[in-house]
């Protein structure tokens, strides 16, 4: 037992004729296990669990003809697991878990009707699972077997080992699917996570309800597909854990949920859930950790929510929840993290839920419409590590009681409509390490010490009415500020003696103008229609906004014109402008199409236009122009190849950050392909058109080719791909013999882009040519040899273990060889693929991978 013993095992540990017990665990013993030199020492129980213990497990051990227990986990074992184990017809107990052994299971292992335990996890272990494994361990009572890399199917005969009572197979590559375990009466614990297990009709589900002991049922990281059915709510009243999180379950939550009053920890973020939330959730008064977060949730969050009141965390972000936020969540007085981030919430943000003083990790209520003020009770949050209001509607000061939140470490309060003087408290929250107030209507001196001094950690920018009293770079010095002022006022004098008289002739001017517009509305229904809702601008704003069309501001061309960076008035924000060349063959059926399809679409990963411009220019001809977000990280193509670039430094892009950019671009496409009322195909898919922001986050643009499915209801907008290719390299096969244009082409680009990502290589490469391409260059490498196709500065990445390799970047590789098939029916939806790929993102995010 644990007594700081050092050093090495003693040679002679094991030969003794009368030592029954070794307890040598928790300690700092190295070196190697000795060898049994003695034909059969009595030990019963050996146990050198958490030393350091290196080196392979002697084939001798098997000498040990009368053990009971052995037990040698989390230490440095190498090699393969000896065959003599199984030949000790005493072990009742065998644990090898943590340590770094490989190979396969020796088969006596599986056929040794003593054992009532044995834990082979967090090893290397491959191979198949025995198909007579049920009837071979017929006294098992633990099989722990998880983070190996195990793959086939679970075998039938499993749920025959009818004394188990924990199965863990978690981590693994398990395939098929999920057994009918009901035959284990005496089951408590369940763990089949991270594997591609599948759910078949589910029937699995009704088959548990008999297992009365059931205390966790643990399936995320699964590729279970389909409705959760009623018959949930039929699982043992001991369950405590239910997780199916990371999969790509559809269909709404069964209300028989609420049944499983013992639940403690319900997982189901991460899917493709729809309906709303029922309000028996509510029934679950033990509930302690609650995500439905990242799914397709839509109506109001139900006022039983507020029954949970031993909730520690609430996740519910990244769906489109509305109405306003339930007061009743106040009740939860045990919270430590509310996260309804990214919903269509409304309303004030009602002060009960600010005076959970529990709070003490994260709320986080950005990026919905609620509108009012910040509530004083903020004050009430001393706890409060993380507040992220921003992306809403919020007016007013920051609150004074704001200062009582002395341990914040990170306030986000950026666009909204906030106003007043920035408040000196700030500088003295010691703890604060982030600090975003940008785009809102802030005035005065900016304060000066604290976190002010620390310019990289806090954002002002978007407040023109700020100023400082030193020298900063970007904001004026407050003199400079009131003089510019008092200009203003004394032209704002100006103004109201001239405005009299020139308001008739502006009027007349108007009325002209009206007709004019009306005219050219007329002759261009697509522009009323994309227009009705946005403030149009005219020809003069572009010049003025361009600097009349600086060389500096161009960002970029392409076939049908080209693209300015550029300053509105109607916008603080600098804006991208995309003027079509008219001269150009298909420029104005370009500007008809991206029109027509910016009209029917809004995804949070689909470029958001501003307005647009159709006039005419200087000489009166037609003039056409679109305004977006400006994204200051330019395409994914520069970060891809700066080499391409006449200037700018190298961009590295992390494996993380390709993961996301990867599924930015999935959840857009899916959302195109499967959420739309009409379905819309992208068509021309390729890097130069996944613009990236400050966050890195991926937006889809030019929707320059972009069609619709041709439905009976839509006929008119549909077309065969005759004249509209894409972009080479991007372009499906069959594009090529003239086929119609469907989905599954946005699906063969997206892979091509994918695979451009993990290797670095464009698919327009030299290389790629007589037949050759990125697929097959990809494709003869995989899996074995990925290293030598994937971009080598992953590879320099010394976080990207080998682990890191097999887990995350051989599924992201798996994924771009599937969508890239040459036919288009061996191509995945991208519903599906969206899913894979947020399981990869989690299971990175789980291995720290950044």
């Keep these: 037992m644990r007594n700081n013993l050092t050093g090495n095992l003693p040679k002679v540990l094991f030969n003794t004729s009368s030592l029954i017990k070794i307890f040598l665990q928790q300690n700092n013993l190295v070196g190697s296990i000795p060898a049994v030199i003695a034909t059969s020492p009595p030990i019963e129980y050996l146990d050198l669990r958490h030393n350091h213990i290196s080196g392979k497990i002697p084939s001798s ?31 009742k107990i065998l644990t090898l878990t943590g340590n770094k052994l490989s190979g396969t299971v020796p088969p006596s292992l599986f056929t040794m009707s003593s054992l009532t335990f044995l834990g082979l996890a967090n090893n290397s272990l491959v191979g198949r699972l025995p198909s007579n494994i049920g009837y071979t361990l017929p006294n098992i009572q633990g099989l722990i077997l998880s983070s190996n890399k195990f793959d086939g199917p679970i075998p039938a005969s499993l749920p025959r080992a009818y004394n188990l009572r924990q199965l863990y197979l978690y981590n693994n590559s398990l395939t098929g699917f999920i057994p009918f375990f009901g035959s284990l009466p005496n089951l408590t614990e369940l763990g089949l996570s991270y594997n591609q297990l599948e759910a078949g009709n589910w029937g699995f589900v009704s088959s548990l309800a008999n297992c009365t002991r059931l205390t966790k049922l643990m399936l995320n990281g699964n590729s279970l597909q389909g409705k959760v059915p009623s018959s949930i709510g039929n699982l043992s009243d001991s369950l405590e854990w239910l997780w199916l999180r990371e999969n790509q379950i559809s269909g709404p939550i069964p209300p028989e949920i609420g049944n499983l009053k013992s639940l403690n920890r319900l997982y189901m973020d991460y899917n493709l859930i729809t309906g709303n939330i029922p309000p028996t959730i509510g029934n679950l008064h033990s509930l302690v950790h609650l995500s439905l977060a990242h799914n397709k949730l839509s ?40 996260n309804l981030a990214h919903n269509s919430l409304e309303g004030n943000i009602p002060s009960e839920i600010i005076k959970i003083s529990s709070l003490s990790e994260e709320l986080d209520l950005s990026h919905n419409y609620l509108s009012g003020g910040i509530p004083v009770e903020v004050g009430n949050l001393i706890n409060v590590n993380k507040i992220s209001i921003s992306n809403n509607r919020l007016s007013g000061n920051i609150p004074s009681t704001l200062g009582q939140c002395v341990v914040l470490e990170y306030l986000d309060i950026s666009r909204n409509k906030l106003s007043g003087k920035i408040p000196q408290f700030l500088t003295s929250l010691s703890s604060l390490q982030n600090l975003n107030l ?22 002002i920018e978007g407040n023109d009415d700020l100023c ?67 403030r149009k601008i005219s020809y003069k704003d572009i010049v003025r906004s361009t600097n009349s069309f600086s060389q500096a501001n161009l960002i970029g061309s392409g076939s049908f014109g080209v693209v300015y960076k550029g300053s509105l008035k109607l916008q603080k924000d600098q804006v991208a402008i995309k003027i079509f060349n008219l001269n150009n063959y298909g420029a ?60 700018g430094e190298r961009h590295i892009l992390t494996l993380s950050q390709r993961i996301n950019i990867g599924l930015d671009v999935a959840f857009a496409l899916d959302y195109l392909h499967n959420q739309c009322a009409s379905p819309l195909i992208h068509c021309d898919l390729k890097p130069s058109n996944i613009l990236l922001d400050v966050d890195m986050v991926a937006y889809v643009t030019d929707f320059g080719l972009a069609r619709f499915v041709f439905t009976p209801t839509n006929a008119d907008s549909s077309t065969s791909l005759a004249c509209l290719k894409g972009s080479i390299g991007y372009i499906p096969p069959e594009y090529g013999m003239s086929k119609e244009i469907s989905t599954k082409g946005d699906v063969y680009s997206f892979g091509v882009l994918l695979l451009q990502m993990i290797t670095g290589q464009s698919p327009t490469d030299g290389k790629f040519s007589d037949g050759a391409s990125l697929h097959e260059f990809v494709r003869r490498a995989f899996p074995d040899n990925i290293c030598g196709v994937v971009d080598p500065a992953l590879l320099q990445d ?51 991978v950044r």
Aim: neutral net charge; contains cysteine; hydrophobic residues 40%.
């Design 61 to 91: 051990i098997g000498k040990l003809s009368s053990l009971v227990d052995l037990r040698i986990t989390e230490n440095n074992l190498v090699g393969s697991i000896p065959d003599s184990l199984g030949n000790i017809s005493t072990l």
């Design 299 to 338: 109506g109001q969050i139900p006022d039983t929510i507020g029954d949970l009141v031993k909730l520690n965390s609430l996740k519910l972000d990244g769906n489109n929840i509305s109405g306003r936020i339930p007061e009743s969540i106040g009740r939860c007085t045990q919270l430590q993290i509310l």
């Design 438 to 459: 940008s785009f809102n209507n802030f005035g005065g001196e900016v304060p000066r010490g604290g976190i002010f001094y620390n310019a990289s950690a806090v954002s």
């Design 468 to 534: 400082t009293s030193i020298p900063t770079g970007g904001i004026p010095l407050c003199s400079m500020l009131v003089e510019r002022k008092g200009k203003q006022n004394s032209s704002a004098l100006i103004l109201r003696i001239v405005i009299p008289t020139v308001a008739a002739v502006i009027l007349i001017l108007s009325c002209i103008a009206t007709i004019y517009w009306r005219k050219r509305m007329q002759a261009n229904p697509h522009l009323q229609e994309i227009g009705e809702h946005m």
């Design 588 to 647: 104005n059926r370009s500007f008809i199409a991206e029109c027509e399809a910016l009209r029917n679409v809004r995804h949070r990963n689909l470029v958001k236009i501003i307005t647009s411009c159709s006039s005419v220019d200087s000489t009166g001809a037609d003039f056409k122009a679109l305004v977006f977000q400006y994204m200051p990280n330019g395409n994914l193509e520069m970060w891809l190849h700066p080499e391409d670039l006449e200037h």
């Design 798 to 848: 010394d976080r990207n273990t080998p682990e890191v390799m097999e887990k995350c970047v051989i599924p992201m590789v798996r994924i771009g060889l599937s969508c890239s098939m040459t036919s288009p029916k061996d191509r995945p939806d991208m519903g599906q693929v969206s899913a894979e790929i947020l399981r990869i993102k989690h299971l990175a995010s789980h291995m720290d």
